[in-house]
């Protein structure tokens, strides 16, 4: 017991974030939790960065993964004081914000955990479907950007604007920070024509960070005919191609860098001049998501370590030091 009370202090100390009551009732009754395919890390793994890779969100602290090699973690914007529960998919889909809250999540995987099995307790009520599976975790969670934005989606693939659109402010009121559902908002807008406003949209999906963002094809199943590309890609392209608006030059040269991690840290530098610390972080963090090799990752680490030390920033300097030695 005092051993599980040293790790949750230990906790908060090594991550600034006070770890969920669930989480602490979980790791009281298990030393290793599993609930459907997701296995938790003892806490002293969670504490001592065994999830951890280099080249990941810095801001990300994982405590668990699955089968398919998926990581779950915590996250918390500096805008909010809430913490989301973030899955990294690792097919490259992004970092998706799938719970708004530790005890939300817990919900989420016991119904997962229903579906998937099909226990013959729970036969009657389990989802029958992916559409019947999101309905209901809607129920469990009603912030999850992850499902809002997916029953949006079905809604718009019906042509179910107005709920759509809901749906989508929702997302947008819940994680201001994740891309997807500006994209998504710009999209619903400019299928009914309102072409000014889906371009607000776009640029707001833009100038979110490319880790907050994920793969259209999370999209697909719920009935939308869009291309296999990221959503940041997608929305960059329509907002280049567009002639409705005038879009200002900072905004086009952050469309413009796409998967460049040079050209994001020399935008990142005219943003220093501009004193938009905000928006150079914002392309330091860009440019380590977008980094291909060991060179482009350094360099990437050293900005982002210069930049930390500078705005006094102690411990996202710290983990980007260690992250970069993993």
């Not at 889906?198 to 833009?206: G, L, P, T």
């Not at 100038?207 to 590309?229: C, T, W």
């Not at 350094?298 to 930049?307: G, Q, R």
Request: proline share 4%; net charge negative.
């Amino acid at each position: 017991m005092e051993g599980i009370q040293s790790e949750i202090a230990q906790f908060e100390r090594v991550w600034g974030l006070a770890l969920p009551e669930s989480f602490i009732n979980l790791y009281h009754q298990e030393e290793t939790p599993e609930i459907d395919d997701c296995h938790f890390e003892t806490l002293e793994d969670v504490n001592a960065g065994s999830l951890r890779w280099k080249g990941m969100l810095p801001h990300y602290i994982p405590f668990a993964d699955d089968a398919d090699g998926n990581v779950f973690g915590f996250y918390r914007s500096e805008s909010s004081d809430k913490t989301y529960i973030l899955q990294y998919q690792e097919d490259g889909g992004g970092y998706i914000p799938i719970s708004s809250g530790g005890r939300l999540f817990l919900e989420r995987q016991k119904l997962m955990e229903i579906y998937n099995t099909q226990d013959e307790d729970n036969i009657e009520s389990a989802p029958h479907n992916e559409r019947e599976l999101h309905e209901q975790l809607l129920t469990v969670d009603p912030l999850s950007p992850d499902v809002l934005l997916y029953i949006g989606a079905s809604h718009l693939a019906d042509r179910k604007y107005d709920t759509a659109r809901k749906l989508f402010q929702r997302a947008v009121e819940s994680t201001p920070w994740f891309a997807d559902p500006h994209g998504l908002m710009a999209l619903m807008n400019q299928i009914r024509g309102n072409e000014s406003i889906a371009v607000e949209s776009w640029i707001n999906a833009v100038e979110r960070p490319i880790f907050l963002s994920s793969s259209l094809v999370n999209y697909y199943h719920a009935g939308l005919k869009i291309p296999e590309m990221e959503m940041i890609e997608w929305a960059s392209e329509r907002l280049l191609t567009q002639t409705v608006v005038e879009i200002g030059p900072i905004v086009k040269s952050v469309a413009s860098c796409l998967f460049n991690t040079k050209a994001r840290i020399e935008l990142a530098a005219e943003l220093r001049k501009l004193n938009h610390i905000a928006g150079e972080e914002r392309e330091l963090l860009n440019a380590l998501a977008v980094a291909v090799d060991d060179s482009e990752i350094n360099t990437a680490y050293d900005t982002l370590i210069e930049f930390y030390e500078r705005v006094g920033n102690r411990t996202m300097h710290q983990r980007c030091i260690e992250d970069k030695n993993l």
